[in-house]
């Protein structure tokens, strides 16, 4: 799956944080390793990403991480957020993201979210 948003005027982004939990009714109390990847695209060339795994379960969670590799953006950008598969499979389990929690640079950037969420098959 994959979200984006984007910025007319460029601003190093730091860190991401947004807000999930899963839709799984086969074992409410599980957590759930999900790796997730930030990827900072300038005029549609990737120029930053920031790969990690977060820890996901049935009640909401803020997921937080720093982008450490701060790119260098000169010209107009976009940032994807990738949910990759998560351990649990393809089968009927979800993530349910709240898209109005997500953040950069600790509220401090205001991006415009781009498009429709994707879901991208796996390859």
Known sequence: MRLEFERDHPRP????????????????????DVPLTI????????????????????????VHVDVNNDPMIKGNFKIAIRFDVPEFGSDDNRLLINVDSVKFNDGKVNMHQHGDIKLIPAS
Do not use: I
Not at 14 to 32: C, M
Not at 51 to 59: H, K, L, M, Q
């Open 13 to 32: 982004v730091e860190s991401v944080s947004l807000v999930l939990k899963t839709v799984d009714n086969s074992d409410p109390f599980a957590n759930y």
């Open 39 to 62: 990827e900072v695209f300038e005029k549609n060339q990737l120029v930053g990403s920031e790969s990690f795994t977060a820890e996901v379960g049935a009640d909401y969670k803020k």
